[in-house]
Nanobody, 123 residues
């Protein structure tokens, strides 16, 4: 399953961004999706995840209030919206699909990964 994350770019501090994760593979509709990010020199960190049908969402505690992950239905892309961006949010953002729909925090919970989209927040 190939995933495509899109929507990254240059954003000013205090602004917001919207990323999208999609796949042309029909099986993607049955998988949970997680979002991670990785800044240079740092480990990949979990941001949040959503079940295949959009009914269950889990957020990393440090992202609560700034992050919304959504999905209209099983066949639609998964969206990530983040507000009040800060320079420390600069990173490559990845989406990943889990065949087990566990909404796990551990990257090992995910079976397929997108190539990542770079988000740069300017001060």
């Amino acid at each position: 399953v190939q995933l495509q994350a899109s929507g990254g770019g240059l954003v000013q501090a205090g602004g917001s961004l919207r990323l999208s994760c999609a796949s042309t593979e029909p099986s993607f509709a049955a998988y949970g999706t997680g979002w991670f990010r990785q800044a240079p020199g740092k480990e990949r960190e979990f941001l949040g995840a959503i079940s295949y049908d959009g009914d269950r969402v889990r957020y990393a505690e440090f992202m609560r209030g700034r992050l919304t992950i959504s999905k209209e239905n099983e066949k639609k892309p998964v969206n990530l919206e983040m507000n009040n961006l800060k320079p420390e949010d600069t990173a490559t953002y990845y989406c990943a699909a889990s065949t087990r729909n566990t909404l796990g925090r551990n990257p090992a919970s995910y079976d397929f990964w997108g190539q990542g989209t770079l988000v740069t927040v300017s001060s």
